[in-house]
């Protein structure tokens, strides 16, 4: 089960980060892959690999393909123009904790292990159609895939697949890297909808099959607009929005709840509207939150208690798209007053 | 059928030949009222071939037209030929539009429909549409253009709002039937139910279990108290159990029902109340819905049990014990959907409680996430194989199948019509013998002769295609995802599947020479679709010029190249290309 997983990955430090990564590079495969991914600039699978390196260690040259050393400073050396040009938007446009990872030239981010490479490969399929696909679009004829070959034993030579809605694999469908499990477009065939519907009930009852729902824990993924793989969070573990705001911060070291969190939320009815633009205006980064009827809410509106009953996912939303939000949450203020 | 063709022996007039103007001993009065009778549209396709005569009768008596391709036919086309519908079935995108695999703003559009509609039949009562894209706008100029419309019903549609439904609601003054069944469209409140005017009292069936947001229960309640005919009743999860108790003593003839929430914490009493309402339902057969129920509520339903014949637990996440105390209740099931959270055990309880079980269906409950192992295997398949022997309908979701299994399960069913088994890592093997999967559908295509529909995975080889297009005499309906080897796969199905309507394929190394194989088939098909395959624009463009009755359709990927064909849509049409093709849908 992935849960003792999970529950190193909220309370991440870097040293544990760094032991897994250290454990992964000795196998022989990674290694052969990033010598591999050095020498050679022709096509292939493993150029197009979604791997990141931890403060410190040394990340994998890319030269064009998906490159994605998320944080590095080897991204002023890239050519791949569009890609690059959004990366250092996403770059630059955060906050604090952020410049700090950057200046001091460390590279924060995880390899791939076995947990790392599950929310990789849940938060690929999730990530492209929810960031617009701006990262991967410019992957010409590159096939993204989250494979991770080293992590997993081949065992089925299935094809490879990419993520991306607008890529299919003209012809290389019995490729050598083996598939692992990447995700894949319209697999298996169950109509979306019905994905949420499913997702929503298992985060009541998640890991803990046997016992009512509401008494375990709360898995709920979190994404981050521009970032390559999603995490996930259990909500129990806080009590208020502050400590779910600085966990959070930690996790992705470059976003704010703006002042929902600082002041947590005592007995606040709703935001009140000033409040709402200065978050929004105040910070890039806005958190959000899905709620059970699939709408997309502003963290902070509603009692703790009530935010962690009715969230099944959260989001960490560019600012500007989040403004769309404000009305809305304010509409449903009212309505619920 | 055969009361007409024991008048035509006995008549001494019967139609001599193909085209004898000869007046037929019947009137045509006569003859238009016996075809009438006919209700299956198979017949009548073969009555209208007998004779102009025939032909001319059958089409003035049809009421109800199936569609089963939006494109195949324009609606000018049926209007000229059906003077009379009442009734129109009418379906668009290609399934593996359900899984994204569709661009959106592809078309099928009801639009131009339901203008010609209008015009041609003002008496317009039922319209069921399934992957169409229903503007808000048509919504309202269909209510506004039917007076008598009865009966709509949307599932797979895209491109509506529930303001769409709140013109429905309004104007309908005579509807009996509003169905909304997952469909891609955007909720903007649950007020639209409370447009149903107060005098309004003729819904029979009302779904709108797939909605989200709350409704004005007090409106619905008054609704449900004063509609007493209605049959069938499917609520969203907004609804409560207390408020389910009140709505079940207003409509106590429901025959099916969707239920709410089933999560309220229920005192003694309203669990007793609920119970009792329960049991009042003597016509109830369908239980849907049941959105997070657990042990402690479910025993309300037991009353219900006895007379149940379809159990839809596809919203219930049921682990299998609570649903083994479940089934001990219900000895006449007949279809029971559920998530793979019950479990193999679960499934072993199915297959001792239910023996009169035709269609089971098993979905994944958490399908995209890769690091699930938990789920159904072979055992449980089997063990309701073994129980079960009347299944003919099966859906099963699994994360590891065997060859054996899939052996033993044919030999204890064999007469399945649909058989869709989907092995969730696409191109798995054999997990213990690690042997492609094979020889579990060849034993399906040998021992199920019924056989109808058929959705194939796991590894498997063009093997797996020469069985089916060897055995598989009576397919009408198949569907491939990452398997074959080469060409000839494709080539045997096309080849030796005589009855084939749908072929449906993706990821699959087929190319030109598989799919040019089939020149002569699609005409007798209604279509082909090839996704990511090995086909090209060459043979597609070759297609295409050797057979002008089909429209060839290719959708290209935004960084693939030039001469490769990523989306191939097939389809006969009389209607020719179509006029509405989004730019991106090149037909050839």
């Not at chain 1, 994605?68 to 446009?93: A, C, I, Q, R």
């Not at chain 2, 295409?544 to 959708?555: S, T, Y």
């Amino acid at each position: 089960m992935s849960v003792p997983l999970e529950h190193d990955y909220i309370g991440l430090s870097e040293t544990s980060s760094m032991e897994r990564s250290s454990d992964k590079t000795s196998s022989s495969s990674s290694s052969t892959l990033t010598s591999e991914y050095e020498n050679n600039n022709v096509l292939n699978l493993k150029e197009t690999e979604l791997r990141l390196g931890l403060p410190g260690s040394e990340s994998p040259e890319r030269k064009g393909g998906l490159g994605m050393s998320l944080f590095g400073k080897d991204l002023e050396d890239e050519p791949d123009g569009y890609l690059l040009s959004h990366l250092k938007n996403f770059v630059s446009g955060a906050k604090r904790g952020f410049s700090d990872a950057i200046d001091g030239s460390e590279k924060w981010a995880l390899t791939m292990n076995g947990g790392s490479e599950v929310d990789l490969a849940k938060g690929a399929v999730l990530f492209s159609p929810r960031c617009g696909n701006n990262l991967l679009e410019k992957n010409n004829t590159h096939k993204s895939c989250l494979a991770g070959p080293a992590m997993k034993d081949a065992g089925v030579p299935s094809p490879q697949k990419p993520i991306e809605e607008k890529k299919t694999s003209p012809s290389n469908d019995n490729s050598s890297a083996p598939a692992a499990k990447a995700q894949v477009v319209g697999w298996p065939p169950i109509r979306s909808f019905r994905k949420n519907t499913m997702v929503t009930n298992l985060s009541k009852n998640s890991d803990i099959p046997d016992e009512k729902s509401g008494s375990g824990c709360i898995y709920v993924k979190v994404s981050m607009d521009g970032a390559p793989y999603l995490r996930k969070v259990d909500l129990k573990t806080y009590c208020n929005y502050a400590e779910l705001s600085s966990a959070l911060e930690k996790m992705f070291s470059c976003f704010t709840i703006g002042q929902c969190g600082s002041h947590g939320l005592p007995a606040r009815e709703g935001l009140s509207e000033s409040r709402l633009m200065d978050l929004l205006h105040g910070s890039e980064y806005v958190l959000t939150y899905e709620d059970k009827d699939g709408d997309w809410m502003l963290v902070g509106d509603v009692p703790w208690e009530m935010f962690t009953g009715s969230c099944s996912r959260l989001r960490i939303m560019k600012g500007s798209e989040a403004i769309g939000l404000a009305p809305r949450a304010m509409e449903k203020c009212k309505n619920r007053n | 059928m055969d009361s007409i063709s024991k008048k035509t022996k006995d008549s001494p007039n019967s139609t001599d030949s193909p085209e004898s103007t000869h007046p037929s001993s019947f009137p045509d009065e006569v003859l238009e009222g016996v075809l009438s009778l006919l209700s299956f549209n198979k017949d009548r396709s073969s009555v209208s071939l007998v004779c102009k005569d025939w032909y001319n009768a059958e089409r003035w008596t049809r009421t109800k037209v199936f569609i089963g391709n939006c494109y195949s036919v324009s609606p000018e086309i049926v209007a000229r030929r059906f003077p009379k519908i009442r009734s129109i079935i009418l379906k668009g995108k290609p399934r593996f539009s359900d899984f994204n695999l569709v661009p959106e703003n592809w078309g099928a559009d009801i639009q131009s429909w339901l203008v010609v509609f209008a015009r041609v039949y003002p008496f317009l009562e039922e319209l069921r549409l399934k992957r169409m894209t229903v503007s808000d706008e048509s919504l309202e100029f269909l209510a506004a253009s039917f007076p008598g419309f009865k009966a709509l019903s949307l599932s797979s549609c895209d491109g509506f709002s529930t303001d769409g439904l709140k013109a429905i609601a309004t104007h309908c003054k005579n509807l009996i039937e509003l169905d909304i069944q997952d469909n891609g469209m955007d909720d903007f409140g649950g007020g639209w139910l409370s447009c149903f005017p107060e005098n309004f009292a003729s819904l029979e069936v009302l779904n709108f279990a797939s909605l989200n947001s709350e409704v004005n229960f007090d409106a619905l309640e008054r609704l449900v108290t004063r509609c007493k005919s209605l049959k069938v009743l499917r609520v969203n999860k907004g609804i409560t159990l207390e408020q389910l108790q009140r709505l079940l003593m207003r409509a106590p003839q429901l025959m099916e029902l969707g239920t709410g929430s089933f999560q309220q914490d229920l005192t003694p009493r309203q669990c007793a109340e609920l119970e009792s309402a329960f049991s009042n339902c003597k016509n109830l057969h369908t239980v849907s819905g049941l959105w997070e129920a657990n042990s402690l509520n479910l025993p309300i339903l037991y009353p219900a049990c006895a007379s149940l014949v379809f159990l839809n637990l596809i919203d219930a996440t049921l682990q299998s014990g609570e649903l083994a105390k479940l089934l001990a209740h219900c000895p006449n099931l007949r279809r029971l959907w559920v998530q793979d959270t019950v479990e193999d055990k679960g499934l072993e309880a199915v297959g001792s409680c239910c023996p009169l079980l035709e269609e089971l269906r098993v979905f994944p409950a958490d399908p995209f996430d890769p690091d699930i192992l938990h789920g159904v295997t072979e055992s449980g398949f089997v063990a309701v194989s073994r129980g079960c022997r009347r299944l003919r309908y099966v859906l099963y979701f699994c994360r590891q199948m065997t060859n054996a299994a899939v052996a033993t399960i044919v030999q204890n069913c064999p007469d399945f019509t649909h058989f869709r088994l989907c092995i969730i890592n696409p191109g798995q093997p054999d997990h213990l013998t690690n042997e492609p999967m094979d020889e579990a559908f060849g034993a399906v295509v040998k021992t199920c002769t019924k056989l109808q529909r058929l959705s194939v995975s796991g590894l498997l080889t063009d093997l797996t295609f020469e069985y089916i297009g060897k055995y598989a005499k009576n397919l009408e309906t198949l569907s491939v995802a990452f398997a074959g080897s080469s060409d000839r796969g494709m080539q045997c199905v096309l080849g030796g599947c005589s009855k084939l309507r749908k072929l449906e394929i993706r990821d699959c190394p087929f190319g030109n020479a598989a799919l040019l194989s089939g020149l002569e088939k699609y005409e007798s098909m209604r279509s082909l679709w090839m996704s990511a395959c090995n086909v090209t624009m060459n043979g597609c463009r070759l297609l295409a010029r050797e057979m002008p009755w089909l429209n060839v359709e290719v959708m290209k990927d935004e960084e693939s190249d030039d001469s490769h064909a990523d989306k191939v849509y097939v389809y006969r049409s009389v209607a020719g290309p179509r006029r509405d093709a989004p730019p991106f849908v090149m037909t050839l």
